[in-house]
């Protein structure tokens, strides 16, 4: 999010274990377990999230929306 967008004013996501990418953001981010478990209830591959059906996307955009996320 920092060295793409400059969305961020570190690269360092605030957890202090990664990069904010979307990746770490989306799959493990541990400051948003709560959030990504209650969208995926079970484990969901990047690529469902990212590029998957209207339905996927869809979740995806209301987990983005409940963390607090911007895009």
């Avoid at 948003?32 to 339905?55: A, F, I």
């Amino acid at each position: 999010m920092n060295q793409k967008f400059k969305l961020a004013p570190s690269p360092t996501c605030a957890c202090g274990q990664e990069n904010q990418t979307a990746e770490h953001i989306l799959q493990r981010c541990p400051l948003l377990d709560e959030e990504r478990k209650e969208v995926w209830p079970s484990p969901t591959p990047l690529q469902t999230k990212l590029y998957g059906s209207r339905q996927e996307l869809e979740k995806t955009t209301t987990f983005i929306t409940s963390a607090g996320l911007i895009v």
